[in-house]
């Protein structure tokens, strides 16, 4: 698509990624990536205690798998990009705790898409991460994303 076809998409939900599962071995890995091991996301055993009943996944980690579940979407994709880069996020919420063992996925509404300067698209998307079988989602963010075409 063209930048200005997905711009006549604003205020439409335009994707939603297929399902990827949190392991244990995932959360694992963010922890030695980052350097936070707090038990609540690496000890199992101790994780029983609290009231989540186990581990949970870090909520920067869930944050982090956006593009991979953007990637791994129907999200409209620009024609002719040169190329994309994360220009940041508003208003993240983490709302519910992803469980190890859980799947998310992800659903992209098109909140603005604008021509900053010739060749140059300013895109913000309210992304929404779904925890299966949950009544709330892991959290609600907006990004925004800078296409060169």
């Known amino acids: 698509?063209?930048?200005?076809?997905?711009?006549?998409?604003?205020?439409?939900?335009?994707g939603t990624s297929e399902w990827v599962e949190m392991s244990q071995e995932r959360i694992n890995q963010f922890a030695?990536?980052?350097?936070?091991?707090?038990?609540?996301?690496?000890?199992?055993?101790?994780?029983?205690?609290?009231?989540?009943?186990?581990?949970?996944?870090?909520?920067?980690l869930t944050l982090s798998m956006i593009p991979y579940l953007?990637?791994?979407s129907d999200v409209p994709r620009v024609d002719g990009i040169k190329m994309a880069v994360n220009y940041g996020g508003n208003k993240t919420r983490?709302?519910?705790p992803v469980r190890s063992?859980?799947?998310?996925?992800?659903?992209?509404?098109?909140?603005?898409m604008n021509e900053k300067r010739p060749g140059q698209w300013?895109?913000?998307?309210?992304?929404?991460?779904?925890?299966?079988?949950?009544?709330?989602?892991?959290?609600?963010?907006?990004?925004m994303t800078m296409y060169f075409v």
Do not use: S, Y
Not at 35 to 42: E, R
Not at 101 to 112: A, N, Q, S, V
């Open 70 to 72: 953007t990637a791994n």
């Open 1 to 14: 698509m063209t930048p200005q076809d997905v711009a006549g998409k604003v205020g439409e939900q335009v």
């Open 94 to 96: 983490f709302i519910a």
């Open 101 to 112: 063992g859980k799947r998310i996925r992800g659903h992209w509404k098109l909140l603005e």
């Open 32 to 60: 030695e990536a980052t350097g936070d091991h707090q038990f609540i996301h690496v000890n199992e055993e101790a994780a029983k205690m609290t009231p989540f009943g186990g581990t949970i996944a870090h909520g920067f």
């Open 122 to 143: 300013q895109q913000t998307m309210e992304i929404t991460i779904e925890i299966e079988g949950e009544d709330k989602p892991a959290l609600i963010c907006e990004w």
